[in-house]
């Protein structure tokens, strides 16, 4: 059985922006502003062909496609690693279950830690085919 998996993750970034001020304060000038972003993701997780006791899986997000694997779903956990097609670093996920949400964090060597909350459901096979 496929599940589908769709949520947020939160980081911290840094941005360049242009900052308006009068005249006697400089004019116009560049400023760093900082704050906490949301990015969405959603993906498929789904039983390896080669391996059909092992889950893997595949996600899109704002930084670009990534492989799963390392996928675990019990009742009250759930964690994968991810891996993005155009990068090397392995970015690890861990959550619990809190009712319909799942809320955990993520970590890695190029990303740091951060939060995240995602929902997955249990999808049938017959929802990756195309109509009859």
């Known amino acids: 059985m496929a599940h589908l998996i769709q949520g947020f993750f939160f980081q911290n970034q840094n941005w360049?922006?242009?900052?308006?001020?009068?005249?006697?304060?400089?004019g116009v000038g560049v400023v760093i502003n900082e704050g906490l972003c949301r990015f969405m993701y959603s993906g498929v997780i789904f039983p390896n062909p080669h391996n059909e006791q092992e889950l893997i899986g595949e996600m899109f997000d704002h930084f670009g496609e990534s492989e799963?694997?390392?996928?675990?779903?019990?009742?009250?956990?759930?964690?994968?690693a991810k891996k993005y097609d155009n990068r090397n670093d392995i970015i690890y996920?861990?959550?619990?279950?809190?009712?319909?949400?799942?809320?955990?964090?993520?970590?890695?060597?190029?990303?740091?830690?951060?939060?995240?909350?995602?929902?997955?459901?249990e999808a049938p096979d017959s929802l990756f085919l195309p109509p009859e």
Do not use: N
């Not at 996920?93 to 990303?111: D, P």
């Open 16 to 26: 360049l922006s242009v900052a308006h001020r009068s005249e006697v304060e400089g």
């Open 68 to 80: 799963l694997f390392d996928v675990k779903i019990t009742q009250k956990e759930a964690q994968f």
């Open 93 to 121: 996920y861990k959550f619990k279950r809190e009712g319909e949400l799942w809320v955990g964090e993520y970590s890695g060597s190029a990303t740091g830690r951060g939060g995240a909350k995602c929902t997955i459901v």
